[in-house]
């Protein structure tokens, strides 16, 4: 698809999320953000969700067919996950993932563009359960991504706070820290986040269970993808129980985090991955 006359549409969305990284890093680092300037960024990111969204969706729903692959993938996450930000921002303090969110998305974006992807079976996209599996497993993995981006902002909080993080006094980074909320606070926000993302992770697991038993007849195969999602679920039910019994916080907390995030990307990103670039195979 051609906009204003240019072919590489699919590079638009990234080239629009560093320009925003850039505008906002022209603010002065000590001073406050004023109502005006903060709704106007709002408005700048809802633009370019909406020129992002045109994108993937024209870099899956293609001339041949549903097509979708690792890159899609990842670029779809970080949109929902940017989206989650977006509307959450106005109601929570978490202005300090919008360095993140945006980073991410302005990576991920591009990755369509380099990696077509692969042509998915007629016969699945048409199935009700493959539609409902994808967009709970889409919508739980996008928030789970915020609530790993958050879990590696509080780490870097906590080092500083500790000293084990070297930080020039009066920098951008030492302010951007400064302004962050406690870190109390900070760790009250990402459980309310991984609450939520596990009970949509929940039923994008149980849910693929369906779907594997509606499809080919079996309800579980154990291959790589589904032992990942498996072992990401546990390891998320494993914090919360830990957090809810003996109320687990912390470095510890922020580690088992990371780690049920790795093996969810393992599950969802890195199989297609192997398969589509590794491997090469449709």
């Given at each position: 698809m051609d906009i204003l006359g240019y072919s590489s549409y699919g590079w638009l969305p990234s080239t629009?999320?560093?320009?925003?990284?850039?505008?906002?890093?022209l603010k002065p680092k000590a001073k406050l953000e004023t109502s005006l300037f903060t709704a106007l960024v709002q408005a700048a990111i809802f633009f370019v969700l909406l020129i992002h969204g045109v994108a993937l969706h024209d870099s899956v729903f293609t001339p041949q067919g549903?097509?979708?692959?690792?890159?899609?993938?990842?670029s779809l996450i970080a949109w929902v996950g940017l989206a989650f930000y977006w509307f959450q921002s106005w109601f929570l303090p978490i202005s300090s993932l919008r360095w993140l969110s945006l980073f991410f998305a302005m990576i991920f974006a591009a990755l369509p563009a380099l990696f077509p992807g692969v042509?998915?079976?007629?016969?699945?996209?048409?199935?009700?359960?493959?539609?409902?599996?994808?967009?709970?497993?889409?919508?739980?993995?996008g928030l789970l991504s915020l609530a790993a981006m958050h879990a590696m902002l509080m780490s870097l909080q906590d080092r500083a706070l500790h000293r084990q993080l070297a930080i020039i006094p009066n920098s951008r980074a030492a302010h951007w820290l400064e302004e962050l909320p406690p870190?109390?606070?900070?760790?009250?926000?990402?459980?309310?986040?991984?609450?939520?993302?596990?009970g949509l992770l929940s039923l994008t697991?149980?849910?693929?269970?369906?779907?594997?038993?509606?499809?080919?007849g079996k309800p579980l195969v154990f291959d790589h993808k589904t032992i990942f999602a498996l072992l990401s679920w546990c390891l998320f039910a494993g914090l919360l129980v830990a957090r809810w019994r003996v109320g687990l916080r912390g470095r510890a907390a922020l580690r088992w985090v990371l780690s049920a995030y790795t093996a969810l990307l393992l599950a969802y990103v890195g199989s297609r991955f192997v398969v589509e670039v590794i491997l090469q195979r449709t």
């Open positions: 629009l999320y560093l320009l925003l990284l850039l505008v906002l890093s549903f097509v979708f692959g690792f890159a899609q993938d990842l042509l998915i079976s007629p016969k699945a996209v048409s199935d009700p359960w493959f539609k409902g599996h994808f967009i709970v497993a889409t919508i739980s993995v870190l109390m606070t900070m760790e009250s926000l990402l459980f309310n986040l991984l609450y939520v993302g596990f697991v149980f849910s693929g269970l369906l779907f594997s038993q509606a499809l080919f």
